[in-house]
């Protein structure tokens, strides 16, 4: 297919057809500037790979932690059913991920480093000249150009302090995984010393397992404390409660309803009978009282013959108004005594409504009581034993491998990107009509000098 008269690769042989591509003349394209696209590639390869040696290498270590809070039957023995529905378990899931916010904690990474002496920064050991100088160029050049962001971001040089910044470093470097549903957990780290990977996951690891357990401990004796001093305030109610029945019943005497009434009953109807009594015996007294008076009127006539008799009727008289006297009193007395008892039987009632308010009132701070007590059994046991099984299950492994850079990854992701950006470099430049130290010379095609020599001949 020739190429057409403008030096484009399409050609449009009908006005309104689509235009096609000249495969020939892509060809002739690559093949002049095969040797630009294999130096760019080659340079560019060569590039990623030898970037890989500077960058650091890093080493994953990882152990395997178990974590299953113990499910534990209590009160007593009683079923969680008796209670209503269980509380949900966590699922494993939430349990992983809050272990890995956890883990990047500084309440767990800064005990680790402390340990370890991360902070630290101390001279590679054992290593060869050419990397120990890479190592502090590189330092040096990180450094720098942190200096200068600070500038720019804040006008002036802000820096982190050590362990700050290990802190950053270590956070980004920690992860826990939970691959599957259950209670196995991963914990990984990347460093670039591999013996020192495994140093951190081995301490990440212990400081884990026993924030876990002190924090269900600390939990448990908060729990205990509060349900004892729960407690501490029943037995206070109660007794005071029972102080006050206790008072209550003395001072009005008071054991039963039924019984009262019934004692009640019984002793104000012997009151009424004797102050019945009594109030007969005054009035056959103020009778008799009468006719002493009548006999003393009628032997006051005759005086001189019957003295003795008046004197003797007058006496008996005084004696009848003396017990008459005494009567009244005891009908008074009987009188009170039955106001007095009449006002304790219509009070029962509301006595009784006290007494059982404060029956109730002790009966349920009773049973809330021993509720309280048995909540503080359980959570004794809580203290006493284990509420949770946490623990590293084997030390980490010192890696042999980096896990990063993957030098044939790089260099093959650079290889292709190289080769696509090369080959359209090469179209662009050969359309603009620019030649590189690289590129051949463009051939002419027999088509092209006969329409040269057509049109200098006409």
Sequence with gaps: MPEA????????????????IDLRSVTDVLVR????????????????????????????????I????????????????????????????????????????????????????LHVEGSPTNVVWYKGWYYRSKNFAKGTVKNAWSILKYGRVLQDTAMVGTIKGLRANIEVLSASASNI??????????????????????????WIRSEYLAAAESRLRRLEEQLERKEEAINLLREERRGL?????????????SRGLSNLYALEMERTAVAAQAAQKEEEIAEYERRIQGKAKDYRRSSEDVRTMRSNMVLEQVALQGLRGLEAHLEASLLELRAQLKALPLLKSRVDDLEMRIESLTHDYHHLQDLRMEALEAVQSDQVEARVLHPAVVPTRPIQPIRIYHVGLTAVLSLLFSV????VMDFLGIRTFSSSPRRERPAETEGTQQSASG
């Design 66 to 117: 178990l974590y299953r809070p113990l499910e534990r039957n209590l009160l007593k023995g009683k079923t969680a059913e008796a209670f209503g529905m269980p509380a949900p378990f966590p699922l494993a899931q939430t349990v992983g991920q809050t272990l890995n916010d956890t883990v990047q904690n500084e309440v767990i990474l800064r005990p680790v480093i402390e340990k370890l002496q």
């Design 185 to 210: 957990y991963i914990l990984t780290v990347k460093d670039k010393y591999p013996r020192r990977a495994a140093a951190i996951v081995d301490t990440t690891g212990e400081t884990l397992v026993n």
């Design 5 to 20: 008269e403008d030096g484009s690769l399409f050609q449009v042989t009908n006005p309104g057809a689509n235009p096609r």
């Design 249 to 261: 019943l003395e001072k009005e005497s008071f054991v039963s309803l039924p019984e009262d009434t």
């Design 424 to 427: 359209g470099a090469a179209f």
């Design 33 to 64: 500037q095969k040797t630009f696209i294999l130096l760019f590639s080659l340079s560019a390869m060569l590039t990623s790979l030898s970037l890989t040696y500077v960058f650091s290498e890093r080493y994953r270590a990882a152990t395997t």
